[in-house]
């Protein structure tokens, strides 16, 4: 349970440096108390720690400015520059509030960055440099003076000369401001809400403006006790699922005729189709278009045109379009719906995460990706034909996409050979052929150089931690190792490398699994079943795992004799579409009973006793575990739920809403899957385990279900509470004793 102490601290966050001559990354070695910045130099094959000094200047690899002689960067809320060539950085503009959003022109001389609520241009050409405004944005609505037009002001003004002379003054002046050496930008109100994203068109002449309109959603607190000055603290946490959704729309600026248009996205197809849970007797459509989400947009560098990512905000509808910026038009080219929710790999089912789309080397198609066959795939899509055609195809996904620089191919990470791994592969985009680059089992997750010619990769198998390795980018090719950093004490035991096997549920679909299973002399008869959080997370897989601390205990309990299944129910990553949403308005359906279905194959195929079964796990884990106890109550022998939902209508928006749609509009599903409702039913003995400072499944979602077991007279249960932990834990002594009552329950209910 000492985690990475005893295990050791594996390198994280490693990139390539802007030339390729390095790699850097964050490692913590021997008695530090932190992570420190280190350098691998490709060249002398040196890993070396860096000084303060040394990691300010290093520079990585940035794919965006990867065509320009010269990189320009935030440092210190300035902008700062790298000549390639010489490796020189250099201040260019530094000013009192801070820069963001640092853009490319088509002109390498040109910069545009933000500050506030604006765009700013910084010219570096022939030696002299410039610094102007290009936008002059401000939220709200533009004040109207009205013209005073009483009896008494119209009186004024016949009466006396005074005053019609002051007139004629005011309009003098005014016409001989109108001619500016330096003219500023004209003013252009937003409107209400907050800007959430601004681009610039590579050409310089377009803007587009993003702004979000928060839903009137209240926020939670979550009680410290432990602090230091002794005092209850509270503090601030995310709201509560609800109808209440968030929107945002889109301007165009033209900053060549100085004018601001608003996007119409009213020519959506199905923009206001209500989804099949409701009931659509009366009407299928809303009255008003369904509140949107708008994912930045994606130029053409030959055109003034641009590719948008448009949700709805209930994610039941995806729209790809190309906007044409002079006209402020929208033409839908892609719209993907799903009555579940839509995402899977490249896709994302959060709202707000980017997904894959750009435009291909022709300037005439794009890219994107797409559950169509029912598992994530790549296609492409030409405007001239309005043709959609796929670029892969199969029983596996695409888990991440990068355009080679010559724009011919694809560096492509898919689980192709077994939903299990994470290999790496070139696709040809002409011929479509895969040629296959990284092929072990494991997860290798690559980083192309900026030559393109090597990867960095960061790999992991079943039984050994995440290391950096270096590899040449041809097929089939060999990775070296570059960093070791597991400590002789984890070296010292031989971990096991869980079989990935399936089992069939009872409704024919294959469940994947990983086995623990004792020699035979010393199995015991008892099985525990491991359920990974997340919901939508895979771990019956051939790399290293998340849960390795649970790995490790998993281990310990295959030592004693237990057979231990850690199942990717329905709902887990890497299976497609159907598996994915097969929890769709209820959780603890399906999903549970994969489960029952993994106790019957271990009774049936491995000889364990049914009726000395436990179930355990965290977050959804801990749901998953407190419904099987209270919803089938006699199949389960124990459980041990850790800071487990137990009424989702308690949860998180963003997660919760893609499930089981709203309290409001769809309380039979909140009903049905949340374990509160079904506390009667407890009769096995249960053991909950929650942080009490949790501002993701929040403590007081254990507190009320321990007033429901309070109220119904129930016994057999416990709760043991972390008054210093959130969701995941931090502390070692921690999750010793969280492990140790685990552990205690099933020695007490599963042994002989």
């Not at 389960?636 to 308690?650: I, K, P």
Request: charged share 25%; glycine share 6%.
């Amino acid at each position: 349970m000492r985690g990475p102490s005893f295990i050791g601290y594996l390198p994280e966050d490693a990139f390539w440096s802007y030339d390729g001559s390095s790699i850097y990354f964050d490692w913590q070695q021997g008695n530090d108390l932190g992570t420190s910045f280190f350098q691998y130099n490709c060249k002398s094959k040196v890993i070396q720690k860096l000084d303060s000094i040394q990691a300010e200047n290093a520079i990585g690899h940035d794919l965006i400015q990867k065509e320009f002689k010269v990189l320009y960067f935030e440092k210190e809320g300035s902008l700062a520059s790298l000549y390639k060539i010489n490796g020189e950085i250099s201040l260019c503009y530094q000013g009192f509030e801070s820069i963001s959003n640092i853009q490319r022109l088509i002109d390498p001389n040109r910069i545009v960055f933000q500050q506030g609520l604006n765009l700013f241009e910084w010219e570096n050409k022939d030696g002299k440099s410039t610094f102007k405004p290009r936008t002059n944005f401000v939220l709200g609505e533009a004040k109207i003076k009205s013209k005073d037009s009483s009896f008494l002001f119209k009186q004024q003004e016949e009466l006396f000369l005074f005053y019609k002379d002051k007139n004629k003054k005011k309009e003098w002046d005014k016409l001989q401001g109108d001619y500016q050496l330096f003219s500023k930008p004209t003013i252009n109100y937003l409107g209400e809400g907050n800007l959430s994203s601004m681009q610039i068109a590579p050409a310089g002449n377009f803007v587009s403006v993003v702004m979000n309109t928060e839903a009137a959603q209240a926020e939670t607190n979550v009680p410290a006790f432990i602090t230091v000055s002794g005092k209850v603290v509270m503090n601030p946490a995310r709201s509560k699922v609800s109808e209440m959704e968030p929107s945002q729309r889109l301007a165009i600026l033209n900053l060549l005729s100085d004018s601001l248009k608003w996007i119409d996205f009213s020519v959506l197809s199905a923009i206001r189709k209500k989804p099949a849970y409701l009931d659509t007797l009366k009407s299928s459509q809303y009255e008003k278009d369904r509140a949107l989400f708008i994912h930045p947009l994606k130029f053409s560098k030959i055109s003034n045109l641009a590719l948008c990512d448009i949700r709805s905000a209930d994610n039941k509808d995806r729209w790809i379009v190309l906007i044409d910026l002079e006209k402020a038009s929208v033409k839908e080219l892609d719209h993907q719906h799903d009555e579940a929710w839509i995402g899977g790999p490249g896709i994302s089912s959060w709202n707000e995460e980017e997904a894959v789309l750009d435009w291909m080397d022709d300037g005439k198609s794009c890219y994107f990706q797409s559950e169509e066959t029912g598992y994530s795939h790549l296609y492409s899509y030409s405007f001239e034909t309005g043709v959609k055609s796929p670029l892969s195809s199969g029983n596996f996904e695409i888990h991440s996409v990068q355009l080679s620089k010559d724009k011919n191919r694809f560096f492509i990470t898919a689980n192709k050979t077994h939903p299990g791994n994470r290999d790496f592969y070139q696709l040809d985009i002409k011929t479509l052929l895969w040629t296959p680059i990284l092929m072990e089992d494991g997860f290798h997750d690559v980083k192309v150089s900026p030559d393109e010619k090597s990867l960095l990769v960061r790999y992991s198998n079943a039984n050994s931690p995440w290391e950096l390795y270096l590899a040449s980018n041809v097929a089939n090719t060999k990775m070296v190792q570059i960093t070791h950093s597991t400590t002789p004490e984890f070296r010292a035991y031989s971990w096991r490398k869980p079989p990935v096997i399936q089992f069939t549920a009872s409704d024919g679909i294959k469940v994947a699994s990983r086995i623990y299973e004792p020699e035979p002399l010393k199995k015991n008869g008892a099985a525990v079943l491991f359920v990974h959080g997340a919901g939508y997370l895979q771990n019956a897989h051939n790399y290293w795992s998340n849960y390795y601390r649970e790995y490790m205990f998993h281990n310990l309990l295959c030592d004693l004799g237990y057979t231990v299944l850690d199942v990717d129910y329905r709902a887990s990553e890497g299976y497609g579409r159907d598996y994915r949403t097969a929890i769709y308005r209820h959780m603890g359906g399906r999903d549970l009973n994969d489960f029952i279905d993994a106790k019957d194959f271990l009774v049936k195929q491995h000889g364990i006793d049914s009726n000395r079964v436990g179930i355990y796990g965290g977050s959804y884990g801990g749901f998953i575990t407190l419904m099987g106890l209270l919803t089938s109550p006699n199949e389960f022998a124990c459980g041990a739920a850790l800071r487990s939902v137990t009424d989702w209508a308690h949860y998180n928006h963003e997660y919760t809403s893609n499930i089981l749609n709203y309290p409001s509009t769809d309380p039979e599903a909140y009903k049905k899957s949340s374990p509160i409702y079904f506390a009667q039913n407890l009769s096995k003995p249960l053991i909950m385990l929650h942080g009490m400072v949790d501002d993701n499944v929040q403590f007081q979602d254990v507190v009320r279900l321990s007033q429901r077991f309070i109220e119904l007279g129930k016994k057999d249960w416990e709760l043991a509470v972390y008054p210093v932990e959130a969701h995941g834990f931090k502390e070692s002594y921690s999750w010793q004793d969280e492990y140790r009552r685990i552990f205690e329950l099933f020695e007490k209910n599963l042994k002989k």
